[in-house]
């Protein structure tokens, strides 16, 4: 069949290349390419949990603003927990990141991987700004509407994003956000998802910086810094403390491997995904203690979530049959759609499927709109998915040359002067 030949066609290649979470990397090759599936499986849980935040906000009760308990303290909100999907991109990022460095040994890797790490954020997300901003532009997005349909008074923000339903339309706006503002002070107006690009980028420096300092010292010295710096993470950034865990694991990994027989294999798992579906102290979930600041992080969803991560992945890693089970052909096409998937569906869900909604509920039940609405969105997210991955794909091999030649200058440019000093 045509279409099982695209996906098992662009499976492999994914499989084959290094590819990114938030365009963090992943060595396709070998044991690891379980965890390009991984994200994929990620992505699509925050892609479920936004789509019933804002049509079923009843189904998540407390955590949509509403007195009933919903999925709120039951392991199954594991399967669309979008705020766990987000830890695990993050420990997920700091642990390629770090690895890849780790196994090539050269400093030149660390330099580079920093070096561009911003350009290869910013240059789909500033495509997702300025889509959303063009929707904005064509009165195409629906979210306010729909809203009172619904009862999501998330939906009728625009997820955060337009909170007073304020929001002017601005090309010069949207150019910011996505070049820049996402980055420096979580600007989120025109696609809410963006708020994890500060983080991700922060995030990814600390990774990067950690490496450079743990490379060369003793074993028991790199643990101690590594928790260590988790301990002072949050005096910057909570976010962080899932990016440490990463790159505490990749070392790990890099100087013992890992490897777990199916007992341990299966409680990891399985421990890590019922931790995965913690949302609120209640229910399976009373023992845990809410712990939060000031600023409003709630330290025990990061905690909790980021342990979660580390437990699936460590099963994942360590059990080379249990891993094999994310290799297929179409997990590994989702992982490779997971960055375009995350950035686009949130404009896709605000105006196409609010649009529709709105639309079936003029003549049908709310359960049958709801499920036409799901059965047209999800297919839509994976085709704009599957297209800006191409674009991300060229993106990202321009974004490697580009560094490429300026690292070979920089170099050249340090000889000359060092030899004109000598």
């Not at 002070?185 to 690009?197: E, K, R």
């Not at 009373?286 to 342990?307: E, F, N």
């Not at 490779?336 to 896709?348: E, K, Q, V």
Request: proline fraction near 5%; include cysteine.
């Amino acid at each position: 069949m045509p279409c099982q030949g695209i996906v098992d066609s662009f499976g492999r290649a994914s499989a084959r290349r290094m590819t990114h979470l938030h365009s963090g990397t992943v060595q396709g090759s070998g044991r690891l390419s379980q965890l390009e599936g991984l994200r994929g499986l990620a992505a699509m849980m925050v892609v479920a949990w936004h789509f019933v935040w804002a049509f079923a906000p009843r189904q998540l009760g407390s955590v949509a603003g509403l007195p009933t308990s919903g999925l709120v303290g039951s392991p199954v909100a594991a399967s669309i927990n979008g705020p766990s999907a987000v830890a695990l991109f993050f420990v997920l990022s700091g642990f390629v990141l770090p690895l890849g460095i780790f196994r090539s040994g050269r400093i030149r890797t660390a330099v580079q991987a920093a070096a561009k790490r911003w350009l290869r954020l910013a240059g789909l997300s500033l495509v997702a700004a300025l889509c959303s901003y063009a929707l904005f532009r064509q009165c195409l997005c629906h979210y306010r509407e729909t809203a009172s349909l619904t009862g999501s008074e998330w939906l009728g923000s625009y997820g955060g994003g337009d909170p007073g339903g304020a929001l002017v339309p601005s090309l010069m706006g949207a150019l910011q956000e996505g070049l820049f503002g996402a980055f420096v002070h979580n600007s989120d107006a025109y696609d809410p998802v963006l708020w994890t690009m500060r983080h991700e980028l922060l995030g990814s420096f600390v990774s990067i910086a950690s490496v450079l300092v743990i490379w060369r010292i003793p074993q028991p010295m790199c643990g101690c810094i590594l928790a260590l710096c988790a301990v002072l993470a949050p005096v910057v950034d909570p976010w962080l403390i899932p990016f440490l865990v990463g790159t505490g694991l990749a070392f790990l990994v890099w100087r013992h491997g890992a490897k777990l027989g199916w007992g341990m294999t299966v409680v990891s798992i399985a421990a890590g995904f019922f931790l995965f579906g913690y949302l609120e102290p209640t229910g399976a979930y009373a023992a845990i203690p809410v712990v939060q600041d000031s600023a409003g992080y709630r330290y025990d969803r990061i905690l909790v979530h980021t342990l979660s991560a580390l437990l699936i992945m460590l099963g994942l890693i360590g059990n080379e049959k249990a891993s094999r089970a994310l290799r297929i052909g179409p997990l590994l096409l989702l992982g490779r759609l997971s960055f375009p998937i995350y950035l686009f569906h949130f404009p896709l869900l605000c105006s196409l499927a609010c649009g529709l909604f709105f639309t079936f509920q003029q003549s049908a039940p709310y359960g049958v709109s709801l499920t036409l609405v799901a059965l047209i969105y999800l297919p839509v997210v994976l085709i704009i998915g599957f297209l800006f991955a191409r674009i991300d794909e060229a993106w990202a091999v321009w974004v490697n040359r580009f560094t490429d030649v300026l690292l070979t200058l920089g170099k050249q440019s340090l000889a000359r002067i060092s030899g004109r000093m000598a």
